[in-house]
C-alpha cells in the first residue's frame, strides 16, 4: 500500500471513530459458530401427525372450523376426537415429549397462550449468571437456555432434529400463538437442524415471534408473524434455509430478518456455488424495515414483495458480534419493493414507545423503530459487498430506490487499519423497473440513488433516473463489467456528516437527532443546509472583504465576486432540496469555481502564492462540479470535495491574512502622508485599474499568509504615479 493511501486509511479510521456513536444493538445472542454446512433444507410430510395439540372447548372449535370446506373440517373433527383421548393442551408440552428425529406435531385451530409457560422465572432460574445486552435481557449460553427454557421462551425447541410443526387450519391466522409481550420469544428453535414450520401464527413478543437459531436446514411455510418489538421472523447463524409464502407485520426492526447466514460465498465473484437462504413468496409489510441482515450473507430473495414500511428491504455491516462480516453475496431479483414512506418516529417523540408494550398499540398499527433508518428507501445497503439487484420492481418510494452507503469496521469492532475501507465494493444494479409498476403505470421515486460514492466496482444501470451523485458508473452487460469504475476510499464529507448525525438515534432515550431529516428536521435545522449555510456566510464575509480591500478595482474581480455569491447562495438553495432532481448544486460549485478562478487571475499578479492557490481551489471546485453532475472521475482515491475542503481552509485563513496585512499598510501610509496627500492621490487616482493595486502601489509578491515580501512604491509629490 503506498504512503498516500496508507495516509487515507488512517483518515478513515479517524472518521471511522467519529462514526462510534452509541447505537442500538439490534441483535445480541451467545457467541455462536456457523454451521459446517453439511445439511440440507428439509422437505414437508405428509400423512398422520405422530402429536396432537389442541385446546378442550368443543364449541369453540366448532366455530372456528365452521367456514373451512367439507373435507378440511371433517379432518379436523377427526383429529380433535383423537386430541381429547391422546394430544396436548399446550405447543410446549407435545414439543416436550419429542424423543426422535423425523417427528411431527399437528397444531389444530384454536389460540395458544402457553400458560404454563408464561410466568416469569423463579429459583435457581431467577438466580442465572449471564451478561446483559443493551436492551437488558440477558445473553443466555445454550446450557442455560437448556436448564430455564421459558426465562425467554412462550415454546423452546431445543436440539429437536427433523421436527415438524403444522397448523391444521384452512388458513395461518386459525392457529394463533400469542406471548401476550410476557416473553422475549414466541417459539425459539435452537440448534434443531432439519425443522419445518407451517400454517400458523405466532405474535406479540418483546423480540421475535419466530427464532431459529444455530441450524443446518429450517422451512418457514406459510407462517403469519406480527407485532412484536423487533423481529417478526429472525433466523440467526444458520445455513440450508427456505422461507416461503409467509407474511409479516407490525415489527419494530424488520419483518424477515436473516442475520448472519452462513458466510459461504467468501472469497467468489458474483457466480457462486449456491445459498444459505432462500426467501421467497413472502410479504412483509407496515414494519420499520420488510427485510432486513446483519450479515445476511449468501441470500436468494426472489419474488416477494416489501411495501409500506419505512424502509423496503436492507443488510448491513453495522452492528457487532454477528459472524460473517462484513455482509456479503445476497441477491435480489422480481421483488414488488414499493410505498416504503411510513414514519413511525412520532411515536417515539410523543412517548408512544416508552410505555409498555402490551399499551403501544401495536394492534392498532403503532410501530416502535428500533435503529435509524432513512423513511422512504426501497433497498439500503449499509456496507455490503458483492450484491446484485437485478429485475425488481422499485416505485413510489419518497426518498430513493437503492441507498448505498460504507460501514467503516470501526463500527463493528475491528480496528486493524487495512479492513477500514472494506465494505461497499461491488454492488450491481442493473435491470430494474425504477419508477414504474407491473402494470407499466409510472410511479416515480423521488430519486433513483443515494450513494455516499465510497467503494470499488459499484455500478448501476443506465437508465438510471434522478439520483445523488447524477453520475454513476455504469454496468455493462456481462457482471463485473463497469463503465467508469471508481475506487474511493471515502464518501462525499456532506453525506458522512449527515450519516453521522442520523446515526445518533436511541429509542429507550426517545433521542432522535435534531439535525437529520429521517426524523423530520425541515429547512435550516437539517446538517446539509447548515454545514452550506455556515460555509456560505464564511466565504462571503472573507470574500466580501478580500475584494474591498484588494479587488474592487478590477471589473474582472467584481463580476467574479458576483459570481461568487450567487454561486453560494444556490448552494444552500441546493441544500435544500436534499434529493430533488436538479443540477442546482453542480451549477453552485460552477459559478463559485468561476469565483475563485477569475479573482485568482487578478491576484496572481501582485501576490502570486495567494492568487496561485486560489487559482487551485477554483479548478477544485469546477472539477468537483464535473465530478458530480457529468461522470465520476475513475481511480482516485478521495473525491474533489475532500481536496477542495482542505485546501479552502488553507485559502480563507490566507485571504484574511492578506486583507487584515493590506489594512494594516493603507492605515501606516494614511499616517505618512497625512490627510492633505490623501486627498490629492485621491483626486489623481487612476479609476480604471484592473489590479488589485491598480492607482495605488505595484508591490513585489508576497509568498504565503501574512506575508509582506517587500516595500511598495511610492506616490509622487503631487500625488500621482511615481
Wanted: aromatic residues 8%; hydrophobic residues 35%; glycine residues 12%.
Amino acid at each position: 500500500m503506498s504512503w498516500t493511501r496508507r495516509l487515507l486509511v488512517v483518515l478513515v479510521a479517524l472518521a471511522a471513530a467519529l462514526l462510534a456513536a452509541p447505537a442500538a444493538q439490534a441483535h445480541e445472542e451467545r457467541p455462536v459458530t456457523l454451521p459446517d454446512g453439511s445439511g440440507s433444507v428439509p422437505v414437508h410430510r405428509a400423512g398422520e401427525p405422530d402429536l396432537l395439540v389442541c385446546k378442550s372447548d368443543r364449541a369453540d372449535f366448532e366455530r372456528r372450523i365452521s367456514g373451512f370446506p367439507a373435507e378440511l373440517r371433517t379432518r379436523n373433527l377427526g383429529l380433535f376426537d383423537r386430541c381429547q383421548k391422546s394430544g396436548y393442551r399446550h405447543l410446549q408440552q407435545a414439543v416436550d415429549t419429542v424423543d426422535r428425529p423425523g417427528m411431527s406435531i399437528a397444531i389444530l385451530p384454536g389460540l395458544y397462550e402457553e400458560e404454563p409457560s408464561l410466568p416469569g422465572p423463579t429459583g435457581e432460574c431467577a438466580r442465572l449468571k449471564a451478561p446483559n445486552s443493551q436492551l437488558g435481557y440477558q445473553i443466555l449460553s445454550y446450557a442455560q437456555q437448556k436448564q430455564c427454557p421459558h426465562n425467554q421462551n412462550l415454546v423452546a425447541i431445543l436440539g429437536k432434529k427433523q421436527l415438524q410443526i403444522e397448523g391444521t387450519g384452512a388458513e395461518r391466522t386459525d392457529v394463533v400463538i400469542d406471548a401476550k409481550y410476557q416473553k422475549l420469544n414466541a417459539i425459539r428453535a435452537d440448534g434443531s437442524d432439519g425443522i419445518y414450520f407451517k400454517n400458523f401464527t405466532a405474535q406479540r413478543t418483546t423480540f421475535n415471534s419466530l427464532y431459529v437459531l444455530a441450524q443446518d436446514g429450517f422451512v418457514i411455510d406459510d407462517v403469519l408473524t406480527r407485532w412484536n418489538d423487533e423481529y417478526g421472523f429472525l433466523t440467526f447463524a444458520s445455513d440450508h434455509g427456505l422461507y416461503k409464502n409467509c407474511e409479516s407485520y407490525g415489527n419494530g426492526d424488520s419483518g424477515i430478518y436473516p442475520g448472519s447466514a452462513s458466510d459461504i460465498n467468501d472469497g467468489y465473484g458474483y457466480d457462486v456455488p449456491r445459498y444459505s437462504i432462500e426467501i421467497t413468496g413472502c410479504r412483509s409489510h407496515h414494519n420499520m424495515v420488510g427485510y432486513s441482515g446483519t450479515a445476511g450473507d449468501s441470500v436468494h430473495v426472489h419474488d416477494n414483495e416489501f411495501d409500506h414500511n419505512m424502509g423496503g428491504a436492507s443488510m448491513d455491516s453495522a452492528f457487532p458480534g454477528h459472524p460473517g462480516l462484513p455482509q456479503n453475496h445476497a441477491r435480489f431479483e422480481r421483488n414488488l419493493i414499493h410505498d416504503n414512506n411510513a414514519d413511525y418516529y412520532p411515536y417515539v417523540a410523543d412517548g408512544t414507545c416508552a410505555k409498555p408494550p402490551v399499551e403501544r398499540g401495536y394492534e392498532d398499527g403503532v410501530v416502535c423503530p428500533q435503529i435509524s433508518m432513512p423513511p422512504g428507501t426501497g433497498i439500503i445497503t449499509a456496507g455490503g459487498n458483492w450484491n446484485i439487484y437485478e429485475n425488481n420492481w422499485i416505485y413510489g418510494q419518497r426518498r430513493a430506490a437503492f441507498f448505498l452507503s460504507a460501514v467503516p469496521a470501526f463500527i463493528r469492532g475491528e480496528n486493524a487499519l487495512a479492513k477500514q475501507t472494506d465494505t461497499s465494493h461491488h454492488n450491481r444494479y442493473a435491470g430494474n423497473h425504477l419508477g414504474t409498476d407491473k402494470a407499466g403505470r409510472s410511479r416515480p421515486n423521488r430519486a433513483d440513488v443515494w450513494w455516499d460514492g465510497q467503494g470499488d466496482g459499484n455500478c448501476w444501470q443506465s437508465d438510471t433516473g434522478p439520483s445523488t451523485p447524477r453520475s454513476l458508473p455504469e454496468c455493462g452487460a456481462a457482471r463485473g463489467a463497469v463503465s467508469g469504475r471508481t475506487d474511493r476510499l471515502m464518501g462525499e464529507p456532506v453525506k458522512i456528516a449527515q450519516l453521522l448525525v442520523c446515526a445518533d438515534y436511541n429509542v429507550q432515550a426517545r433521542r432522535l437527532p435534531a439535525g437529520c431529516d429521517w426524523y423530520g428536521a425541515h429547512g435550516i435545522e437539517r446538517i446539509e443546509v447548515q454545514i452550506a449555510l455556515s460555509a456560505a456566510l464564511v466565504l462571503v464575509l472573507v470574500g466580501g472583504v478580500l475584494w474591498w480591500r484588494l479587488l474592487r478595482h478590477s471589473r474582472l474581480a467584481t463580476a467574479a465576486t458576483l459570481l461568487g455569491g450567487i454561486g453560494l447562495g444556490l448552494d444552500v438553495a441546493g441544500a435544500t432540496t436534499g434529493l430533488a432532481s436538479s443540477y442546482l448544486p453542480a451549477v453552485a460549485l460552477l459559478l463559485t469555481g468561476a469565483w475563485w478562478t477569475g479573482i485568482g487571475l487578478v491576484l496572481r499578479g501582485e501576490r502570486p502564492g495567494l492568487g496561485w492557490t486560489t487559482m487551485v481551489l477554483g479548478a477544485l471546485t469546477l472539477l468537483d462540479a464535473f465530478d458530480k453532475a457529468v461522470l465520476m472521475i475513475p481511480w482516485i482515491p478521495v473525491g474533489p470535495a475532500w481536496v477542495r475542503g482542505l485546501v479552502g481552509v488553507v485559502w480563507v485563513v490566507w485571504a484574511v491574512a492578506a486583507s487584515a496585512r493590506h489594512s494594516e499598510r493603507a492605515a501606516g501610509e494614511g499616517a505618512d502622508r497625512g490627510p492633505d496627500a490623501d486627498a490629492r492621490a485621491a483626486g489623481t487616482r487612476d479609476g480604471g485599474g484592473t489590479g488589485a493595486g491598480a492607482g495605488a502601489r505595484s508591490g513585489p509578491a508576497d509568498s504565503g499568509p501574512g506575508t509582506d515580501s517587500g516595500s511598495d512604491r511610492r506616490a509622487g509629490p503631487d500625488g500621482g504615479r511615481s
